[in-house]
């Protein structure tokens, strides 16, 4: 994946038309992109971010705040989770033709903890991708530790048009 489908395609993967990630211009997260509140979840929970490394990787990026802790002090795993499953969609979105989909599964497993205030990474590939199914996985860590390893299923879907939106 190129600089330039990112600029160009912007990865729209929501079910939303006309809606794809933005860049952001200023601040801690320059350089990175981001969903424009299309996702009340992800934004609450979130926010989350993802950018190209030089070799045209997705990375995607949290740094989780004290809403995002559990009993324990450290990241909640649902806060994980819902990372990931934005994650699973980035990885898919950075090495294949655009598509709309929904998460069929999503697996995980919590290999460390992680930490409030600390900026959490993930990365992945796409296993395989069918007609209908993406077949993806990934890591998240926190300061290059493993905290969660997760893989995902995606169903490639198709759009409703724009009168047929639930609302």
């Not at 489908?5 to 912007?10: A, F, L, N, V």
């Not at 655009?98 to 959490?120: D, M």
Request: hydrophobic share 40%.
């Amino acid at each position: 994946m190129n600089r330039r489908r990112q600029e160009e395609d912007h990865l729209d993967t929501t079910t939303t038309p006309g809606v794809a990630l933005t860049p952001v211009t200023d601040g801690d997260w320059e350089g990175w992109l981001r969903w424009p509140g299309t996702d009340p979840f992800e934004d609450h929970t979130g926010p989350f971010y993802a950018r190209y490394d030089a070799n045209g990787a997705i990375e995607c990026g949290f740094r989780p705040e004290a809403k995002n802790r559990n009993g324990g002090g450290n990241v909640h795993g649902g806060a994980l989770l819902t990372f990931a499953d934005f994650s699973l969609f980035m990885i898919a979105s950075a090495m294949l033709p655009a598509f709309h989909g929904v998460t069929a599964t999503l697996n995980a497993e919590f290999v460390g903890a992680a930490r409030p205030g600390q900026l959490l990474t993930a990365r992945g590939e796409v296993v395989k991708a069918g007609r209908s199914l993406i077949f993806v996985r990934g890591t998240i860590d926190d300061a290059g530790e493993a905290v969660m390893s997760f893989s995902g299923v995606i169903k490639k879907i198709t759009r409703r048009p724009a009168g047929d939106q639930p609302g």
